[in-house]
Nanobody, 126 residues
Framework: QLQLVESGGGLVQPGGSLRLSCAAS????????IGWFRQAPGKEREGVSC???????NYADSVKGRFTIVRDSAKNTVYLQMNSLKPEDTAVYYC????????????????????WGQGTQVTVSS
């Protein structure tokens, strides 16, 4: 069974950090582009960051310089390191996998991402 599982969410104060994990089972993430998306209450889901199979990365303007996406092939996991968190980062964060063209497309649009995790809540509040 192909599955993505996110973890690492929680409650953090403004200015704090969290590291989200996206672990895969049943398939190898190396051949997929991985995207992180988030959905805040009352808002549409939006792309946050993505990484292609070749390591090319993209970030939403709102998180550039604060978030970093990295792969750990040995652990079949992709991480999203989130620093300098702001209240507006509060959302449910999802990871997703896109296997088109061997994972070479690193896009922050939802279409193309065939596998999705269940989400992890991130709350930034004092």
């Amino acid at each position: 069974q192909l599955q993505l599982v996110e973890s690492g969410g929680g409650l953090v104060q403004p200015g704090g950090s969290l590291r989200l994990s996206c672990a895969a089972s049943g398939f190898t993430l190396d051949y997929y582009a991985i995207g992180w998306f988030r959905q805040a209450p009352g808002k549409e889901r939006e792309g946050v960051s993505c990484i292609s199979s070749g390591g090319r990365t993209n970030y939403a303007d709102s998180v550039k310089g604060r978030f970093t996406i990295v792969r750990d092939s040995a652990k079949n996991t992709v991480y999203l390191q989130m620093n300098s968190l702001k209240p507006e980062d509060t959302a449910v964060y999802y990871c997703a996998a896109d296997g088109r063209f061997g994972g070479s497309i690193a896009a922050m649009r939802e279409d193309g991402y065939a596998f999705w995790g269940q989400g992890t809540q991130v709350t930034v509040s004092s």
